[in-house]
C-alpha cells in the first residue's frame, strides 16, 4: 500500500506468496518428521510385553496417520476438511487436517491472484 506502482505491488504480492508457500513446505516437511520418527523411550525400563504393546499401537497410530494423509490429498474442499477436524479426537490427525486445511487455501490464494494475469493474457 506503500507504493503506488502496480509492477512493484506485483512483485511484493509474489514474493509473499511465495514466502508463505515456503513456509507451509516446512511446516510440512517438519510434521513428516515428526510423525514418522522412531520413539525414544526408556523401553529398557518397561517389560517386554508392555513394549511390544506399545510398539504395535505406535505402529498402528503410523499407519492410520499415513492412510489419513493419503486420504487428505485427495480432498479438495475446505468445508469437508473442516468437518473431518472438527470429528477428530487425536491431536495428531486434527494437526494433519490443519494443514491440509492451510494448503488448500493457499492454493485458493494463489489461484485467484494469478487468474486475473491469465485473463489479461500475461
Excluded: M
Aim: include cysteine.
Amino acid at each position: 500500500e506503500a507504493t503506488l506502482d502496480l509492477a512493484e505491488r506485483r512483485r511484493i504480492r509474489s514474493a509473499i506468496r511465495e514466502l508463505q508457500r515456503q513456509e507451509l513446505e516446512r511446516d510440512e516437511e517438519a510434521l513428516a518428521s515428526k510423525r514418522f520418527r522412531p520413539e525414544r523411550g526408556s523401553h529398557r525400563q518397561d517389560n517386554k510385553e508392555n513394549w511390544l504393546r506399545s510398539q504395535q499401537l505406535e505402529e498402528e497410530q503410523q499407519k492410520a496417520l499415513a492412510s489419513l494423509s493419503r486420504e487428505l490429498e485427495s480432498i479438495t474442499d475446505v468445508e469437508e476438511l473442516t468437518k473431518l477436524l472438527r470429528a477428530a479426537s487425536e491431536y495428531e490427525e486434527r494437526k494433519l487436517i490443519r494443514a491440509a486445511i492451510r494448503k488448500l487455501r493457499a492454493e485458493e490464494i494463489e489461484g485467484e491472484v494469478f487468474s486475473p494475469c491469465l485473463r489479461q493474457g500475461r
